[in-house]
């Protein structure tokens, strides 16, 4: 859909409403047209910590970025019943994130070469035996592995791999999208039945010797646990042609591995180390994270990291009540991790309001657990995209979490100029802006419907103001000093 298209489609879809009567308004359309500009809009440059507000990331703009997306589990390596697995079509996916406003996809890798997930302790994957590729290392032989494929040659990086990688990352980059490139997947080491007998560090299936389960229990966990050097430099080798392949992307950001257990806290730090001494002397750097240790990990194990950026569990209250963390690391809250499937429009305006970057685990088209993500889930997919064209609305390099200036007590505010409000379902609300003397123009966003209301009597500042609700539900409220471009957008509106 190109901008007008979407600019139009905007307008006839959405209701704008005013205090003491109504108007046809340009302003929702202006601003649907901006948003979807900022979305489109390539990296210039890759991310790192902002200096003045390390809640987010910025780049050569020296903008503050708030990263909010959606991810599923098969966008960079195919995972499905059939052998091998079908293509994932990425680029209809792109437009899909794109459809939703998303700026952030997390991409997920698979270690082993089968996922046997009729036997999976989740009931949710307990529905086909699923085939993975392709896989960061040649099958050359000799000899064949337990699959009845080629063994893996851990010495050889298979060239395809890295070219899709790099070329998906383009797209995505293309489009205004970042990509968190997941390097090793340790759920499915630890909790997928089958997982040791299909993976490539099994003796069986690989020509160099290498065997990952120290330990002979069959698992091999070990692998993520700095045991064997010898695993150690082939997991470093491929880590450094993946770098090397991606370094000239601005919309790269690494996650060393998905909720691999609480005993690879070491490995994981020598690998996000080894990372950024990789990309030292390379033409750019680039954010790399570390996520929820899975089973029990505990969440100062993360801000205790050499990690750029970090995933929590909802230890804490990261799932409900979510801290503001004051940037003692860049928060990428993800549902993932806080309920597996779930998550809700409450959900990302209590992160974004509290100073964190919410993603969501997206079952997108339903082939990995037979079934879509649910319709009723749509508010949060739709509130993503509606939180960064928000927060691009704002300085947000000077917002930071002030949950006392509303009654609410979900509001992240530049005091005196712009506030981001979530309203749980109050008929009336209070707001201090005490900070300034405005005038400030009021919008109000339903989650539920994409509504939005914009009023044309404008707010006054120096003092807390009480403001009726136009909805019966949990509704967003932005309220934003009227400057010379938004009067001259309202006044054209009124004479419409």
């Not at 044309?456 to 009227?482: I, Y």
Request: proline fraction near 6%.
């Amino acid at each position: 859909m190109d901008t007008i298209e979407f600019a139009l489609n905007a307008r006839r879809n959405t209701k704008v409403c005013v205090k003491h009567g109504t108007t046809r308004c340009w302003l929702v359309l202006l601003l649907s047209m901006y948003s979807l500009l900022a979305v489109e809009a390539q990296a210039d440059g890759p991310l790192r910590v902002h200096p003045d507000n390390p809640r987010y990331f910025t780049d050569n703009t020296g903008r503050a970025i708030l990263l909010a997306g959606s991810h599923t589990w098969t966008n960079l390596v195919d995972f499905g019943p059939s052998d091998p697995p079908a293509e994932f079509d990425f680029d209809a996916y792109l437009t899909w994130l794109e459809s939703h406003g998303h700026n952030f996809t997390r991409g997920w890798t698979w270690e082993p070469t089968r996922w046997d997930t009729t036997k999976m302790k989740s009931r949710a994957w307990r529905n086909a035996n699923h085939f993975v590729a392709p896989h960061p290392w040649a099958r050359t032989g000799p000899g064949t592995a337990l699959d009845g494929k080629p063994k893996f040659d851990l010495t050889t990086m298979n060239q395809p791999y890295l070219d899709r990688l790099r070329t998906r990352v383009e797209k995505a980059g293309s489009r205004g999208i970042y990509m968190s490139i997941m390097l090793f997947e340790g759920y499915g080491v630890q909790f997928q039945k089958e997982a040791w007998a299909n993976h490539p560090f099994n003796p069986a299936n690989n020509i160099n010797g290498i065997d990952g389960d120290t330990n002979g229990d069959g698992k091999g966990i070990e692998i993520h646990q700095m045991i064997d050097p010898n695993v150690t430099a082939i997991q470093e080798a491929y880590v450094r042609e993946l770098v090397r392949t991606l370094n000239e992307c601005d919309n790269v950001l690494y996650e060393i591995s998905n909720e691999t257990h609480p005993a690879s806290t070491q490995w994981q730090y020598h690998m996000i180390r080894f990372i950024k001494d990789v990309e030292k002397d390379m033409p750019k750097q680039h954010p790399v994270g570390m996520t929820y240790q899975n089973n029990h990990g505990k969440n100062q194990a993360l801000f205790d990291s050499p990690a750029d950026w970090i995933s929590p569990n909802k230890e804490g209250g990261f799932r409900d009540d979510p801290p503001d963390m004051e940037g003692v690391k860049v928060v990428l809250s993800d549902t993932d991790h806080l309920w597996g499937i779930g998550g809700d429009a409450a959900w990302v305006w209590k992160s974004v309001t509290r100073g964190l970057n919410p993603i969501l685990m997206d079952t997108y088209d339903g082939k990995v657990l037979g079934r879509p993500f649910p319709r009723a889930l749509e508010s949060p997919r739709r509130s993503l995209g509606k939180a960064i064209e928000y927060t691009s609305r704002m300085d947000l390099a000077r917002a930071k979490p002030s949950n006392s200036l509303s009654s609410t007590g979900f509001c992240l505010a530049d005091p005196g100029v712009t506030y981001l409000v979530y309203v749980p379902g109050d008929d009336v609300i209070e707001l201090d802006l005490s900070d300034g003397q405005g005038p400030y123009t009021v919008e109000w966003w339903d989650p539920l419907t994409a509504e939005t209301l914009v009023e044309s009597a404008v707010l006054s500042g120096n003092s807390k103001r009480e403001l009726d609700v136009p909805f019966d539900r949990e509704v967003v409220l932005f309220v934003k000093l009227t400057d010379s471009t938004s009067d001259v957008i309202h006044n054209s509106s009124e004479s419409e």
